[in-house]
């Protein structure tokens, strides 16, 4: 069982920077972030392992904006945000892979993917609104 629980979430200007974080009870195999747009589905942002040799990855449209990061010990993801723009506006979940789904499709496939079907634990999701 692993309990996720999102915050950091707010308001800001575009060009400006937001850092939301997201704090894991159990564990997992591949963590990951996730938003999501009303009407639209559920976008894979950013993913990192727990352990092991699958890949850190990022969507196109965070690559080189947006960094992941792991404190294992406090058992906190992070989601450096910087450079945001009105595109970005999206509630924003943590999500848990637990059976090594993405791992397996990474070493098939050589690229790992953010599947939301993969993640079988989720957070309730913290708003990032960017504003004009």
């Known amino acids: 069982q692993v309990h996720l629980v999102e915050s950091g979430g707010g308001s800001v200007q575009a060009g400006g920077s937001l850092t939301p974080a997201c704090k894991i009870s159990?564990?997992?195999?591949?963590i990951a972030w996730f938003r999501q747009v009303v009407d639209k589905e559920r976008e894979g942002v950013a993913g990192?392992?727990?352990?092991?040799?699958?890949?850190?990855t990022y969507s196109d449209s965070a690559e080189g904006r947006f960094t992941i990061s792991l404190d294992n010990g406090n058992k906190l993801l992070y989601l450096q945000m910087n450079t945001l723009n009105p595109e970005d506006t999206a509630m924003y979940y943590c999500?848990?892979?637990?059976?090594?789904?993405?791992?397996?499709?990474?070493?098939?496939?050589?690229?790992?993917?953010?599947?939301?079907?993969?993640?079988?634990?989720w957070g309730q999701g913290t708003q990032v609104t960017v504003t004009s």
């Open positions: 159990g564990n997992a195999n591949y």
């Open positions: 999500a848990a892979d637990v059976e090594g789904v993405t791992r397996h499709r990474f070493l098939r496939f050589e690229r790992v993917y953010l599947l939301p079907g993969d993640f079988a634990y």
């Open positions: 990192i392992a727990t352990a092991g040799d699958t890949p850190t």
